[in-house]
């Protein structure tokens, strides 16, 4: 599968952006949204589940973010509002095999990668 992430850029406290994520080649049964920020390790964001639609959110963007899929452009998108300086990361999007049921939350369950997409929020 390859993934090709964009949407990053800079926006001020309170602002939105719609990160997207085009996927192509091999199926997969699961899309997340992960993000690293400097000094810190890869933390998961949200996750879909491709087939059934089921999603998780991490608490500190739960009512902020909205992880969706277009399954005709093979595109999954993370609508992200109220950003928050904190929300400064390099974002990543991930797919899973189709051998992984369920909605995997841990990032050693994805399989295959994007490039990341930097969101800087300014304050």
């Known amino acids: 599968v390859q993934l090709q992430a964009s949407g990053g850029g800079l926006v001020q406290a309170g602002g939105s952006l719609r990160l997207s994520c085009a996927a192509s080649?091999?199926?997969?049964?699961?899309m997340g949204w992960f993000r690293q920020a400097p000094g810190k390790e890869r933390e998961l964001v949200a996750a879909?589940?491709?087939?059934?639609?089921?999603?998780y959110y991490t608490d500190f963007v739960k009512g902020r973010c909205t992880i969706s899929r277009d399954n005709s452009k093979n595109t999954a998108y993370l609508r992200m509002n109220n950003l928050k300086p904190e929300d400064t990361a390099v974002y990543y999007c991930?797919?899973?095999?189709?051998?992984?049921?369920?909605?995997?939350?841990?990032?050693?369950?994805?399989?295959?990668w994007g490039q990341g997409t930097l969101v800087t929020v300014s304050s």
């Open positions: 991930a797919a899973a095999a189709p051998l992984r049921l369920g909605l995997p939350l841990s990032p050693h369950l994805y399989d295959y």
């Open positions: 879909l589940n491709w087939s059934g639609g089921s999603t």
């Open positions: 080649g091999r199926t997969f049964s699961s």
